[in-house]
């Protein structure tokens, strides 16, 4: 996919500033090697130039140093060590070292780093004592130090040429500090967006495959439990009423696929229940429980309900959606391991005393373990999370299966503490 032209523009002026920089410091280095080579070589009322062999081999090394700095960033402790090494051994200057020693800063802080800021200290101290005993025309401490005639020399303390140095060491050390230190920054930060992006995307598709779970395990368990009634049934009256209901659960079925398939492919958000088309596609709600309650036993889900609810009008959305989905889980576990018992719904609650739900059935000896077969509890223990509640599901010395879950219920509609 072809990148828009504006997106690739600050990258360009990024590489283009980095250009200008690199070319800018190695026509500098060079420069002053050059400068220290005239100097060195400088004798007073000749026009003649003698920097002797240790000034000129240490200018075409320093030179050479000077064009290894388009790699400083690549390569920054080899190209250190290769221009550390002629201030050092030859008569030049130590631009270039100050020059790499900022690159090196800004790609390490470990002791490799400590190695090269000594280095470069001492070869800088080395070039600054060279410099301090030239003609005063040629010497940048004399000039600073105001000296305009031999006369007029300043003879430089030994101190005074280390503070010098530990000063000229200094200016590029903090610089590459700070600029490696801003670099860490910026890549902390966009490794974070990435990992909040991560964790987004995951909890995402977290919900996508509960609500997948939820809503098309019960409509495909009640298909289960229609299609065994409609193979032992006798009765064509029973038998047709059954096959309506099958092609009725059936049709729901496709229509929470489709939606699931919607919020994967468009993003749209998920109802969370099978609605007719172009029919309203909110959140289940507290409203919708006898709906759900008779689905099942029109399945042939024998059932001892309670509901006892005040104001279901004001539940919150939250409470109510969550509540839809763990009385459906609960009856899709009956549905899927105990079909033939009798399960015993009780939902009681009211604003500010909470919602309890506890749905058991008797355990079958028989039961078979079903393939993921915890998915949907630990959906539901994820849901009453979310919203502050508790949640216990699993066999009781009765010999019997119980989900039980109280969920905060606020006085205040938005879900306000009560």
């Known amino acids: 996919m072809t990148q828009p032209a504006g997106s690739s523009r600050p990258h360009v002026m990024r590489r283009v500033g980095a250009v200008c920089v690199t070319v800018l410091v190695v026509s500098l280095s060079i420069f002053s090697s050059l400068m220290v080579l005239v100097a060195e070589g400088f004798v007073p009322g000749s026009e003649d130039i003698e920097p002797g062999w240790r000034g000129g081999l240490g200018a075409l090394l320093a030179i050479g140093a000077a064009v290894g700095l388009v790699w400083r960033h690549r390569h920054p402790e080899f190209v250190t060590a290769a221009a550390v090494l002629p201030p050092l051994v030859f008569i030049t200057d130590s631009l270039a070292a100050l020059i790499a020693l900022a690159a090196l800063a800004a790609a390490r802080r470990d002791y490799v780093l400590w190695i090269g800021t000594a280095a470069v200290y001492v070869a800088t101290a080395i070039a600054v004592g060279y410099d301090a005993r030239r003609h005063v025309d040629y010497s940048m401490v004399q000039i600073f130090a105001g000296a305009q005639t031999e006369a007029e020399r300043v003879d430089a303390p030994l101190f005074a040429i280390l503070l010098i140095a530990a000063v000229m060491t200094a200016i590029p050390l903090a610089v590459g500090v700070l600029r490696g230190t801003r670099r860490d920054l910026t890549r902390s930060t966009h490794a974070e967006r990435e990992l909040s992006g991560e964790m987004a995307r995951r909890e995402e598709r977290t919900r996508i495959a509960r609500e997948m779970h939820d809503v098309l395990g019960h409509r495909l368990s009640l298909l289960s439990l229609q299609a ?4 032992v049934s006798d009765d064509h009256e029973r038998a047709a009423e059954v096959a309506r209901g099958v092609r009725g659960t059936a049709k729901e079925a496709l229509n929470d696929l489709r939606e699931v398939v919607g919020v994967l492919r468009d993003g749209r958000t998920f109802s969370g229940g099978s609605t007719p088309s172009g029919s309203d596609t909110s959140p289940r709600t507290l409203a919708d429980l006898p709906e759900l309650l008779d689905n099942s036993r029109r399945a042939g889900l024998a059932m001892n309900v309670t509901v006892l609810l005040d104001d279901v009008s004001i539940a919150p959305a939250p409470l109510g959606s969550a509540a839809y989905r763990i009385v459906q889980e609960a009856l899709t576990n009956v549905l ?20 309890s739900i506890e749905v058991s059935n008797p355990l079958r000896g028989d039961s078979e373990t079903v393939a993921g077969a915890g998915t949907g509890l630990h959906g539901v223990a994820e849901r009453v999370a979310q919203l502050g509640g508790t949640v216990s599901s699993g066999p009781t010395d009765a010999d019997t299966f119980v989900l039980a879950a109280w969920l905060p219920w606020s006085r205040d509609r938005d879900g306000g503490e009560p």
């Open 228 to 231: 065994g009634a409609l193979e």
């Open 336 to 355: 899927r391991h105990a079909p033939d018992t009798t399960a015993d719904v009780t939902i009681r609650g009211s604003p500010g005393v909470g919602l």
